[in-house]
């Protein structure tokens, strides 16, 4: 018979990693304790160090970056379509006043 997995949240993986780096609380306990296999562990500490720069980047910076790209994509599209829209427009009343003078 099978045993069921256990979904482990990211803040249960952070406070199991945590507990063995700063509570040196052995592996093998935590093992035992939270029905880990030992690639399990070793996989979220990777992952953990992986990506534990994210923890200290400006969210709002990267999210405004982002915001202002697209802002700026959505001001030039309005601007590529203004001056289609004066081009036909200039187009029309030529043709306009080329009927009128005939």
């Not at 994210?54 to 990267?62: C, I, L």
């Not at 405004?64 to 994509?73: L, P, Y």
């Not at 601007?79 to 030529?94: A, F, G, I, T």
């Amino acid at each position: 018979m099978r045993k069921q997995r256990k979904n482990h949240s990211s803040q249960e993986r952070v406070f199991i990693i945590k507990r063995h780096l700063v509570d040196h609380v052995p592996v093998s306990d935590l093992y035992d304790e939270y029905d880990l296999q030992p690639n399990v562990f070793y996989r979220w500490q990777k992952e953990f160090f992986e990506n534990g720069s994210a923890a200290f980047e400006k969210k709002n910076v990267r999210k405004a970056s982002s915001e202002q790209k697209r802002i700026e994509q959505r001001e030039a599209k309005i601007r590529n379509k203004n001056d289609v829209l004066s081009e036909l427009m200039k187009e029309h009343v030529k043709s306009k006043k080329d009927l009128w003078n005939l």
